[in-house]
């Protein structure tokens, strides 16, 4: 698809410069018909402005008289070209990596539902989030109830496919999970201001912190007590700096316990052992806003701090001891749809003991229209105390269906 | 027994009075009407008939795109106390507004409340797009081209919208919103007289246009746009497109374009200079160029700005 952009680049410059700046050549027969051809676009739109009727004052009917819910697709295809074999799930090197179905409606007068079901060939069908929110609560609450991105962090709250790098940061993956944090429970939320500016406050509670491993086997289910339940607070604020800038200061805490391995256990190979999370993210963008289509820029960092519950058992094979890990992230538009970004990530890897993790990556991005993207990544991954790597990568996405709001 | 003097009299009819006149400004002001719009054009018109019994706030800025406003969330705090939302319509405000409304939890304006005004179903909307529609024909507009504040007929159509729901909203307010319409559809119609002269010149005037914002400007003027600088609605111009268009420049004597001024100029003025013809930045908004303040006037520099160009 890139080669054949390209080539219609290329194949239009060419008849550009044929038709302006050689005009000799263009009494040629065939460049006169492409210059024919190509006159006749512009035109063709105005004919087919004036050929469409024009509404009557007072509306028309309704647009969606059969109340049919809005039904939306994203693909999600990945390409690794690294040149030590692929770095993606099931190693291949073109791969599916999901197709979301987005279905959406309001319920009645006090519900607005939104499913988003997820394929992909590793995992099958899941239903990555169902939930139901309503606000006609008293004091300005708005509440959710089903399963839905935990509000923990700035990127979590974000769709995989919508990021602006192929895929979470480290922190992230190895601290919320590769496809980040959801949870099945129930949210609420209140937007204050009592100092002028935004602020919100969500709390959280859901039935268990974190996806459960079902190799994991405990004596008692983790959700047997309410105390052992995931909750989960944010606070968000939010400041206008200017016209043109903004920024947003947010914290986030989560807890509760999970399923981790223990040895020599008379009943199962798990025991429920409490983790928290504490995290702190700062978003700072900028867009002048007559420029707005073709400059923007935006920094974003995010730093979370991983608790782990001290275990004496000497079987205990779960994480341990306390972790730290951040990213910093930046883009900026270079041209109407055209993007640079890069990212810096580091982390006291629990998966490796807590030794450290680095990786820089690079992105470019391009966006065809609003409801594609192309982007090409690199990472250099630098585990400490084994061999650094690279990953070369490109995603394409396409949305079908409606117009969907992006989350600010 | 001390008796109150004639000055702690005084002093207390003072203070008396002070807190009446404090309480009624108090109450005029809980009783304006806040009204919050998605444009420029729609504030002014509203204040227009409003007058001192509401309080406005736009969302996009005149020089602003309005198909791309981020939704930050202190445009929420607006709505959240807003009595009115007045928008375009027609999916101009697709992209930002359904976000900025759930965040707001304000069920006074809510789709189906009073509170909740899409202006467009006041207006006879052009460019609604037969047959079958989809995305390979760039950013369409299903239900009809939304640029319509660009003829002042409609400007009046909105005025008369507003004069209605703020009555219905505010039914004490209903003589003074009919008196401020009348005045403004007077001011609207002395202005239209001045510019008069100018709109007949440029009745099929050849033109070119970069997006579809200026069809309903060239109904009312009756300039002929005889071309895009997009390809389709939304979708920046190609190579290919702009050789094409500046034949198409050439060939039909189009000797202007014209844009506004969230666009790439550098690629205006090469076609421009390739045509033989100039570009002109319009504002497509109050407040889309500087001193442009008023709706009245900024339809007026448009056409006065045009017609001198065309000449």
């Known amino acids: 698809m890139t080669m054949r952009v390209r080539l219609s680049w290329a194949a239009s410059t060419v008849v550009f410069g044929m038709a302006i700046a050689t005009p000799g050549l263009a009494q040629q027969d065939t460049t006169k018909r492409v210059r024919d051809s190509l006159a006749a676009d512009s035109a063709a739109l105005v004919r087919e402005l004036a050929r469409a009727s024009a509404r009557p004052a007072g509306g028309a009917g309704p647009t969606n008289a059969r109340l049919l819910p809005d039904v939306s697709a994203v693909g999600d295809l990945l390409a690794d070209f690294s040149r030590n074999g692929s770095t993606l799930e099931g190693g291949h090197r073109f791969s599916v990596r999901e197709v979301e179905v987005a279905i959406q409606a309001a319920v009645d007068p006090y519900f607005r539902g939104e499913v988003f079901l997820g394929f992909n060939d590793e995992e099958g069908a899941a239903v990555e989030q169902a939930f139901i929110v309503t606000s006609s609560l008293p004091l300005g609450l708005e509440a959710r109830g089903g399963r839905f991105l935990m509000p923990f962090g700035k990127q979590n709250l974000t769709h995989r496919h919508d990021l602006h790098t192929i895929d979470y940061p480290w922190v992230l993956q190895r601290f919320l999970g590769a496809e980040g944090l959801k949870g099945t429970g129930v949210s609420v939320s209140k937007v204050l201001a009592p100092f002028g500016f935004y602020q919100e406050l969500q709390l959280t509670a859901v039935d268990q912190f974190g996806e459960a491993d079902e190799a994991l086997e405990t004596e008692e289910p983790v959700n047997k007590r309410l105390g052992n339940l995931g909750y989960a607070a944010r606070f968000r604020n939010y400041v206008d700096l200017t016209k043109h800038a903004n920024i947003e200061v947010s914290a986030s805490v989560v807890t509760g316990k999970r399923a981790q391995p223990t040895a020599g256990l008379v009943v199962g190979n798990a025991i429920p052992v409490r983790q928290s999370l504490v995290g702190i993210d700062v978003t700072y963008r900028w867009r002048p806003l007559q420029q707005g289509l073709y400059r923007s820029f935006i920094l974003q960092g995010e730093l979370i701090r991983q608790f782990n519950e001290d275990i004496a058992d000497p079987g205990y094979q779960g994480p341990v001891g306390n972790h730290t890990g951040g990213y910093l992230f930046g883009r900026y538009q270079l041209t109407r749809r055209g993007y640079l970004g890069a990212r810096y990530d580091w982390l006291d890897d629990p998966d490796l003991g807590g030794e450290r993790l680095r990786a820089g990556s690079g992105y470019l991005e391009f966006f065809p229209s609003e409801f594609s993207k192309l982007l090409l990544g690199f990472e250099r991954v630098a585990p400490t105390g084994g061999p650094a790597y690279g990953r070369i990568l490109f995603q394409a996405t396409f949305a079908l269906g409606p117009h969907k709001p992006h989350p600010f | ?311």
């Open chain 2, 1 to 311: 027994m001390r008796t109150i003097g004639r000055t702690g009299k005084t002093m207390i009819r003072a203070l008396v009075a002070g807190a009446w006149l404090f309480a009624a400004s108090s109450a005029a002001a809980q009783t304006r009407l806040k009204v919050v719009t998605s444009t420029t054009d729609l504030l002014y018109i509203a204040e227009q008939v409003g007058g001192n019994r509401i309080e406005g706030k736009h969302i996009s800025e005149g020089y602003q795109d309005p198909h791309f406003v981020e939704a930050k969330p202190s445009f929420v705090l607006d709505l959240r106390r807003a009595d009115v939302w007045a928008f375009v319509g027609l999916d101009l405000e697709i992209g930002w507004m359904s976000l900025l409304l759930n965040g707001a939890r304000n069920p006074k304006i809510k789709p189906g409340a009073p509170g909740y005004v899409d202006v467009s179903k006041a207006i006879p909307v052009i460019d609604v797009p037969s047959g079958a529609v989809d995305r390979s024909q760039g950013d369409v507009h299903p239900l009809g081209n939304p640029h319509y504040w660009l003829d002042p007929d409609n400007g009046k159509r909105i005025a008369r919208l507003f004069r209605d729901r703020f009555a219905e909203l505010d039914p004490a307010g209903a003589g003074a919103y009919e008196k401020n319409l009348g005045a403004f559809e007077a001011t609207l119609d002395r202005a239209a007289a001045e510019w008069a002269g100018a709109r007949a010149a440029l009745r099929g005037k050849p033109i070119v246009a970069w997006h579809t914002s200026w069809r309903y400007f060239a109904e009312y003027t009756g300039v002929d746009i005889v071309g895009f600088m997009e390809p389709k609605p939304g979708v920046p111009p190609s190579p290919s497109h702009l050789a094409g268009l500046i034949m198409t420049m050439k060939r039909r004597g189009a000797k202007v374009i014209i844009m506004e001024p969230y666009y790439d100029r550098k690629t205006a003025d090469f076609v421009a200079t390739k045509a033989g013809a100039t570009v002109l930045v319009l504002p497509p908004s109050v407040g889309g160029a500087k001193g442009i303040d008023d709706y009245g006037g900024m339809i007026r520099h448009n056409i006065l700005a045009l017609a001198k160009a065309v000449e």
